[in-house]
Structures are given as C-alpha cells and as structure tokens.
C-alpha cells in the first residue's frame, strides 16, 4: 500500500515528519531515481526510495526509551557549538534514536527517544493533550496568587497559556519547591511563566509524562519501554 512519503521516513526511524517533509523540498529523497515531490507516497514493497542516495528501509524493531537527562546535555542529533546532546547517553543503543519533544540545556528529568516517528509526533502533537509533570524550583516564596495565576493561565508573548495543576507547594529557605502539571509543551513554557508571576527558575525537573513516571533512575541512565508500555503511549 502506497504512502507518503515523509511518513515512511518516519517510520523508518530517520526523521519526524516535518523534518522528512523538508528533506523532500530540498531534494534529497528520491523514488524510483526520480526526485520526490511533497505529497509523493510510495510503497516499499515496490518502490526504491531513496534519501541522500541510501535505501530507505523499515525499521528493524520499533524502540522506545526512558532517559534521566542530566543538566548540560542539548535534546538535538548534532549540535552546531559542540555541546554534549542526548543522543550520546543511548550510543549503546544499536538503533538512531532521537528525542520526543525537547528539555533544555539547564533542564533535567524525563525524556523519551525512539526511532518510531508515528509515535513521536503522536506524543508531541498538543491536540493530544499529553500531561506532562516538572518538580520546579523558584527564587522566591510563591505565594497562593502566584499559584493561582499559574493555574488559570498567564499571558506570554507567543499568547495565553491553558489551564494547568500546581500543587505540593513548600518552602525551602528563601526559595520555593513545587510540581506543575502542563498539558502544553511551549519553548521553555514552564520556566517563562514562572518569570511571568516575579519568580525565576533555579532548577527544573520532569518527573512524568502522561503514566510513566521518572522513579528511581539514576541520572543519566535509560531503560526501555515494555511493549505493554510502548502500546499504552499509542493508546494515550
């Protein structure tokens, strides 16, 4: 059965589909030995598909892995400054992993990568509404209006934030501790709305998304999904 193309790519574990879809506009895929045009579809049963002159084919095993990002590692394949990525904590994997969704350079906790591109995107699309949770800590006492207002939603530049849980709020010496639970997942959301109610961001931590939990592991260890798992996160 014939497909498109930028989402056989993504199943093949290379890239999300968005990435594919530039990768056809610039060129570099090919079906048949005849550049791809975008909204192409192909089978590969059938078909020679091509990208960057090598042969596309399905991914072995669809792979899906739990990582506790450390601070200092950037969520990207290759980094242009030379700074230590993700992707280098699963080099053991022999699979191209690559992350769903992103955490800073200075954020830590809970990341997952796979080669199933159907599934990143599924993850990462908000019409899907993925809960998301972060242990945050802030400069400052936060106060209950402060609470509220994260709540409710507050007023960024790239527009109003949706409704979201605080919650197990403590105080710790001059600073705050608590848990914030998004449905969005914004650049550097959680951070620049705690900036938006006076308080800036000392150390930031996803600790769950959607029923995986982040547990025990030790900083900078992974484990994989179980299948039960893997098909749960399909199902979210």
Not at 10 to 19: H, Q, T, V
Not at 158 to 184: H, M, Q
Request: hydrophobic letters at 35%; charged letters at 30%; proline letters at 4%.
């Amino acid at each position: 059965m014939k497909e498109k193309l930028q989402k056989l790519i993504s199943r093949a574990g290379l890239a999300s589909r968005r990435k594919a879809e530039q990768w056809i506009e610039q060129g570099r895929v090919s079906v048949n030995g005849v550049r791809a045009e975008l909204g192409e579809r192909a089978d590969l049963a059938r078909d020679k598909v091509t990208v960057d002159g090598r042969l596309l084919r399905p991914a072995a095993e669809q792979l899906v892995v739990l990582l506790n990002k450390p601070r200092g590692y950037v969520c990207t394949m290759h980094d242009p400054q030379g700074r230590a990525t993700v992707t280098q904590l699963v080099a053991s994997v022999p699979l191209r992993l690559y992350p769903v969704g992103r955490l800073d350079y200075n954020s830590e906790g809970l990341l997952l990568l796979t080669n199933d591109g159907d599934l990143a995107q599924r993850l990462m699309h908000p019409r899907h509404h993925v809960e998301k949770c972060y242990l945050v800590k802030v400069q400052g006492h936060l106060s209950r209006a402060a609470q509220q207002r994260l709540a409710c939603g507050v007023q960024l530049e790239d527009g109003l934030t949706a409704p979201c849980r605080v919650g197990s709020v403590r105080t710790s010496g001059p600073n705050s501790w608590f848990e914030i639970v998004l449905k969005e997942g914004r650049n550097r959301q959680v951070r620049r709305m705690c900036e938006s109610v006076g308080h800036k961001v000392l150390r930031l931590k996803r600790i769950r998304i959607d029923f995986l939990e982040l547990g025990d592991l030790k900083t900078g260890s992974f484990r994989r999904l179980t299948p039960a798992e893997i098909e749960r996160l399909r199902n979210a």
